[in-house]
């Protein structure tokens, strides 16, 4: 099993993501919502109609979401929690930090990202502003999971806060956001142009995107497995 991680440097202008990690390459996507509606999509190995996907993925969190980060550990055999500690080195957050965790809503990223953001302020030779990380979800039964970890934890609003959301239409203000990340949630998305387009329209100019999500295995044989399983077994 392999994850790797999209990043990218938010400019005015800029429209290329560029990957790395385990590779590099770019890929060019249009600001402009000129693309054609499509009327089905893929979700797992089927097509199901445009329309029909974002309730399905929200039956499917809607049942997990009480076991979801177990079910992380058994079916990555721990590795997710290796591979989120990549993804938010790669971050590197600054202290006063204002950032966005999509489609995060156990939290299990965005805690990651609290702490990475401690560290730094605890380095800093001058004081910042109060930082504050956000996750953003579009189910809140996941979000509820998270919110609960958040308060054992002793965390408070003021640290990190629970929106429920949709990636394609985030409920936040233009160049609000110093960095945004989406880990495994982009593939659950009907619309990817439009999450990258938001994504885009949130972040402040020089803000950071980072995506961590499946890579394509490259040997045929594996790759059918790796598929099976992938579009089968993993929400």
């Known amino acids: 099993m392999a994850a790797r991680i999209l990043s990218k440097l938010r400019t005015r202008s800029a429209t290329a993501i560029q990957m790395n990690f385990a590779g590099t390459y770019r890929i060019n996507i249009s600001t402009d919502s000129d693309t054609r509606e499509e009327s089905t999509t893929s979700f797992g190995f089927k097509q199901v109609q445009t329309e029909e996907k974002q309730g399905m993925v929200m039956e499917v969190f809607k049942s ?3 076991n979801y980060d177990v079910m992380n550990d058994v079916m990555s055999g721990g590795l997710h929690r290796i591979w989120k500690d ?31 953001i401690r560290r730094a302020e605890r380095a800093a030779l001058t004081p910042s502003p109060p930082a504050h990380v956000t996750v953003c979800d579009i189910n809140p039964n996941m979000l509820a999971v998270g919110r609960e970890r958040a308060e054992k934890a ?3 609003e003021r640290q990190i806060s629970w ?22 949630g982009l593939r659950n998305c009907t619309h990817i142009d439009r999450v990258l387009e938001d994504a885009h329209r949130v972040l402040k100019p020089g ?29």
Do not use: W
Request: glycine content about 10%.
């Open 64 to 66: 997990v979401a009480g």
């Open 86 to 116: 990549q993804l938010v080195a790669t971050l590197r957050p600054a202290p006063g930090c204002q950032h966005l965790d999509v489609a995060g809503g156990t939290g299990d990223v965005a805690f990651r990202v609290l702490e990475a």
């Open 207 to 235: 803000g950071r995107f980072l995506c961590m999500e499946f890579s394509k295995v490259q040997n045929p044989v594996l790759r059918q497995v790796y598929d099976g399983y992938s579009f089968t077994v993993i929400p």
């Open 163 to 184: 929106v429920e959301g949709n990636a394609e239409e985030l409920p936040f203000e233009p160049n609000s956001m110093d960095s945004y990340t989406i880990a495994f």
């Open 154 to 156: 002793g965390l408070t």
